[in-house]
């Protein structure tokens, strides 16, 4: 359990690099999951 926190951790760490500076909340990362399904649903 804790080797998947420390991991979950350190992905959140690579998309707030990937972001910039500011920290990547769980909500933002759920919000890009909702945007990207939208995106699939239109595309099909």
């Not at 690579?14 to 990362?29: H, I, K, N, P, Q």
Request: with cysteine; aromatic share 6%; proline share 0%.
């Amino acid at each position: 359990m804790e080797d998947r926190i420390n991991k979950l951790e350190k992905e959140g760490k690579e998309y707030s690099l990937a972001f910039g500076s500011r920290e990547v909340t769980l909500s933002d990362l759920v919000k890009l999951i909702d945007i990207y399904c939208m995106e699939r649903k239109k595309s099909k």
